[in-house]
């Protein structure tokens, strides 16, 4: 029996484990002792992983829609050439613009470096994430306060600090391990701000339950409370950071009155919250997608990271402004995916940086793109006017995900070509695909991620793949060839290769991973960036900024801030309550494509869109629990859920997990004007009994 360590491709912990295998069946996984995320600890669905059945089902071929419409069987090769000549004869025909693709926080990042190697430096066309829908707004915040997208913290964080606000998270459902390592600092007073009795609030010492969407006026109020109590960091406001003075004048108005009014929030809860600042020592402030995902969620985010700096809660142990993350390789995506910023960061129109990028990966400059990507809803909005002829989705489940999914599928039948790429053929998207592109699990793959707190690890192959299985590498390297990239691709051979390129993108940049390689990482306790060569490791947990440096030009943390915007799609009469979205069990991972197969969680949930819907509104409507509800949405469309009668949500706010389709055929079309990111989580809806 062998045992390999490898890496849990989920979640953002990206936890490791152990795999153990006998005649190339996984017998069992064990959570790796000592690694510093998960320590001898993971959830079901990391010790699911070796259950998923397809990793032991015969490999299918690729295959093209014929003129029948039916999805044919193809060899390899000849995929490869159809696919070839047709993407040529659309960039041909309409330019490079006429391509998009959009790819996940769920590859490895030398997949992810390859695929736009492949379609954005060669074919120039866009590469955008399903991180934009996840935390594409933290990226903004940091690079505007912080000067580079930063999470500043290391997971022991939670252990170290005294007082913690968690903020639009919910870490017992979607962070299982976070939650654990909060349990176990026992002298840490908890704060949970959610407008809804999530799990996690439950068991916090306060909950402030919050009206949808008025944090920033929360956070504004709590800086003007602050700042009048003069309990705020001088040394540290007038040595490391900028534009104070305009932020302690702009909060002004945010009296205790005002705020209370919008947050719904007694001015006692807001005195409470200030007075545990104040009191607390090392004070850390978490968030996640009730924040990220919001018409106005980059402000949102940049009004949590100004109270920390104002109150000098950075830097230090059990401190810090941190976004967590949502996918195992989400941090990997936002460094090396070439789409928003360079490889390593950086702009595309800065001189210095594309000279760097060219120079590592031995091309000239023309053959590196030189745009950012259209991000996720511009690309959708293409497809649906004609402009983007070409899409390839590499796994993720869009017709599911996307925000308003019915614009998705009416999209996609514009289409000339239409790739997927995914585990599996039965996907809400992979069934529409004119081109199926199957691939084998990471289980068969090597690979980097890198989590939440910056740390690297190695995504190891735990099995052999069998004849005519290939990895998302092999098929984005194979497709550059037959595409003519010739040269371009002469440093990409394997995983490995592309691995020392991002190295080299990242020198002097503050991901710099130039100390880290394959080597170091196999049956490691995992690098967090940055690392860089010559550089020892001294600890296993390494936080950012602890000497006040950050990296704007001035060295100096910006505080940024704008006034709240009105809700661009608020509730009116004709429809009077707001669905809230998201996460709901540990077990059930996003569109539940691969946690289906994970039989044991599955009998904890149902099978059925549900929703969650207080007794007194269901008393209203005549709704008895599992009786069907119609739902109505303000972008027009509708859909039917069970109810589920529950005082977790009030009384004009309804819950719809995300892992059934009928949720996102709900929700608007609406995004952070900075980070495009959508407003999954406040859409105006009328109910009624069916
Ligand atoms: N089991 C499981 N775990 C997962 C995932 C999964 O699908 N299943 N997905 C992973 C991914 S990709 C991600 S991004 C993370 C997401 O992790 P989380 O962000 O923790 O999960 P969500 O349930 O999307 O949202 C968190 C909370 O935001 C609250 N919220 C809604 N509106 C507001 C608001 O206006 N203000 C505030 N303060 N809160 C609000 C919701 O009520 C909800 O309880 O989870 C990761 N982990
Ligand atoms: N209403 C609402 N909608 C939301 C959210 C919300 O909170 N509310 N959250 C959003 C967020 S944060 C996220 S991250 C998205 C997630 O949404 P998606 O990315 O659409 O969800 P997944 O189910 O994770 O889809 C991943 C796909 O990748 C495939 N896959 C797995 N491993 C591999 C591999 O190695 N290679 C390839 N090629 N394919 C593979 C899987 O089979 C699956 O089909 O949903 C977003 N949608
Ligand atoms: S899903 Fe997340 S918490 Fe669960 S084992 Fe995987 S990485 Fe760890
Ligand atoms: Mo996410």
Not at 432 to 447: E, I, M
Not at 659 to 679: A, C, M, Q, V
Request: net charge neutral; hydrophobic share 35%.
């Amino acid at each position: 029996m062998k045992k390999v360590q490898s890496t849990c491709n989920l979640c953002s912990l990206a936890c490791n484990l152990d795999f153990y295998v006998d005649k190339e069946r996984i017998v069992r996984v064990l959570p790796t002792k000592d690694y510093p995320v998960n320590k001898g600890f993971s959830c079901i669905k990391g010790l699911m992983l070796a259950k998923q059945q397809s990793i032991y089902k015969p490999s299918p071929l690729p295959k093209i829609r014929n003129e029948n419409g039916i999805l044919q069987e193809k060899s390899w090769s000849e995929t490869y050439k159809y696919l070839a000549d047709k993407l040529l004869d659309i960039k041909n025909k309409y330019g490079g613009d006429s391509i998009a693709a959009i790819s996940t926080g769920q590859l490895p990042l030398e997949e992810m470096a390859i695929c736009s190697h492949v379609i954005r430096n060669f074919l120039r066309g866009h590469v955008d994430g399903n991180t934009r829908l996840c935390m594409a707004t933290a990226v903004v915040a940091h690079k505007q306060s912080f000067g580079f997208d930063a999470p500043p913290y290391t997971l022991r964080d939670f252990e170290l600090s005294d007082t913690v606000f968690l903020i639009g998270a919910n870490p017992i459902v979607a962070h299982p391990i976070i939650w654990d390592r909060l349990r176990q600092n026992t002298n840490k007073t908890l704060v949970v701000i959610d407008p809804r009795k999530s799990e996690t609030a439950q068991q916090a010492d306060f909950h402030m339950a919050i009206t949808p969407k008025s944090d920033i006026d929360l956070f504004y109020g709590l800086a003007h409370i602050l700042i009048e109590n003069n309990s705020i960091d001088q040394k540290y406001i007038q040595n490391h950071t900028e534009h104070f003075d305009d932020f302690k004048e702009f909060v002004e108005e945010f009296t205790p009155e005002l705020v209370s009014q919008k947050t719904g929030l007694s001015i006692q809860d807001l005195q409470t919250m200030a007075n545990l600042i104040e009191k607390g020592k090392n004070v850390s402030f978490w968030w996640t997608m009730g924040v990220n995902q919001s018409y106005e969620g980059v402000r949102t985010a940049q009004s949590i990271i100004n109270l920390a700096l104002m109150t000098g809660n950075i830097g230090r142990p059990g401190t810090g402004a941190n976004s967590i993350t949502g996918q195992c390789n989400a941090m990997g995506s936002r460094a090396f995916s070439n789409t928003a910023g360079l490889y390593g960061g950086g702009d595309y129109d800065n001189p210095k940086r594309r000279q760097a990028v060219c120079n590592a990966l031995q091309i000239t400059d023309d053959q590196l793109i030189d745009k950012p990507t259209l991000p996720y809803n511009a690309i959708i909005e293409k497809v649906n006017s004609g402009e983007i002829k070409a899409l390839w989705i590499i796994s993720t489940n869009p017709r599911h995900s996307w925000t308003n999914n019915e614009t998705f599928a009416e999209a996609i039948k514009k289409l000339d070509l239409f790739i997927v790429q995914d585990l599996y053929d039965d996907t809400h998207t992979s069934k529409d695909a004119g081109v199926f592109l199957p691939v084998v699990s990471g289980l068969k793959k090597r690979g980097t991620y890198i989590n939440t707190e910056r740390r690297l690890s190695a995504l190891m192959p735990v099995l052999d793949k069998q004849k005519n299985e290939k990895t998302d590498y092999e098929i984005f390297y194979e497709i550059g060839q037959h595409l003519g990239m010739g040269s371009m691709l002469d440093l990409w051979t394997t995983p490995k290769d592309a691995f020392e390129l991002m190295k080299k993108c990242s020198a002097g940049m503050p991901c710099d991973i130039t100390g880290v390689s394959y080597k170091l990482l196999k049956n490691s306790a995992g690098i967090q960036w940055p690392f860089a060569s010559g550089d020892t490791l001294t600890s296993d947990e390494r936080r950012l900024f602890e000497d006040g440096n950050y990296y704007t030009p001035s060295k100096r943390a910006n505080f940024v801030f704008s006034h709240p915007e009105i809700n661009p799609l608020p509730t009116n009469s004709e429809y009077p309550y707001i669905l809230n979205t998201g996460r709901d069990t540990v077990g059930q991972w996003h569109t539940q494509v691969r946690s289906r197969e994970i039989a044991l969680a599955q009998d904890s949930y149902s099978s059925v869109a549900y929703i969650y819907i207080n007794p007194e509104l269901a008393k209203q409507y005549n709704i008895s629990e599992s009786e069907k509800l119609k739902v109505s949405s303000i972008n027009g469309h509708s859909a039917t859920f069970i109810a589920k009668i529950s005082d977790t949500v009030k009384i004009n706010e309804l819950y719809a997990p995300i892992h059934y389709i009928e949720t996102n055929r709900l929700t608007p079309s609406l995004y952070d004007p900075f980070s495009k990111e959508p407003s999954y989580k406040t859409t105006p809806i009328n109910i009624s009994k069916l």
